[in-house]
């Protein structure tokens, strides 16, 4: 009865937490991201990250974005991962993407993170105007989002 009432118990936690992890939905593609930002009138977040490499990233990854503050957070942006790695297979035309916005961004190091307010152009073309940016903060979730939160709300 024991085993039966444990594996009910850890069938539960495994289920909601990949639930809430799937809640989260990260872009690769930076044209659907903005399309999903203009429809939405979000602003979005950009993290440039080496994923099979940096650890600062991995740690960035666990200590925030994987929880469930991040989570609810996040429901006010789009967010967009523009991967940098050394291991994993990637596809040319995000490899592209990623490394003309690295260049734009001027980033330097990882992790960074831009958030950024997507506008539409006279001529048609879209500019990404940046709110701010930040990294890896000690402290936790609550540390980052206090971070992020003061991008965000800052009266230009």
Same mark, same amino acid.
């Given at each position: 009865?024991? =085993?039966?009432?444990? $594996?009910?118990?850890? !069938? @539960?936690?495994? $289920? !909601? ?7 989260? *939905? ?13 429809? +939405?009138?979000?602003?979005?977040? @950009?993290?440039? $990250? &080496?994923?099979?490499?940096?650890? #600062? ?15 609810? #957070?996040?429901? *006010?942006?789009? @967010? ?5 790695? *050394?291991? !994993?297979?990637?596809?040319? =035309?995000? %490899?592209?993407? =990623? ?8 980033? /330097?190091?990882?992790? !960074? ?5 997507? +506008?539409?152009?006279?001529?048609? /073309? $879209?500019?990404?105007?940046? @709110?701010?940016?930040? &990294?890896?903060? %000690?402290? &936790? ?12 709300? *800052?009266?230009?």
């Amino acid at each position: 009865m024991k =085993n039966i009432l444990y $594996t009910l118990i850890l !069938t @539960l936690f495994i $289920t !909601t937490n990949g639930m809430s992890q799937e809640r989260v *939905k990260w872009h690769t593609d930076l044209n659907q991201a903005l399309e999903i930002a203009f429809n +939405e009138d979000k602003n979005m977040l @950009l993290f440039f $990250t &080496g994923s099979d490499w940096c650890g #600062w990233c991995k740690r960035l990854q666990s200590e925030v974005f994987k929880t469930p503050d991040f989570e609810e #957070w996040s429901q *006010k942006v789009v @967010l967009v991962e523009l991967d940098y790695p *050394k291991r !994993t297979p990637q596809d040319q =035309n995000i %490899r592209a993407q =990623n490394v003309q916005l690295q260049g734009m961004f001027q980033v /330097r190091g990882y992790p !960074t993170v831009h958030i950024v307010s997507p +506008e539409k152009m006279e001529n048609g /073309r $879209t500019n990404l105007k940046s @709110l701010g940016k930040t &990294g890896y903060v %000690r402290g &936790g979730a609550s540390a980052w989002l206090n971070v992020a939160n003061n991008i965000v709300n *800052k009266v230009p």
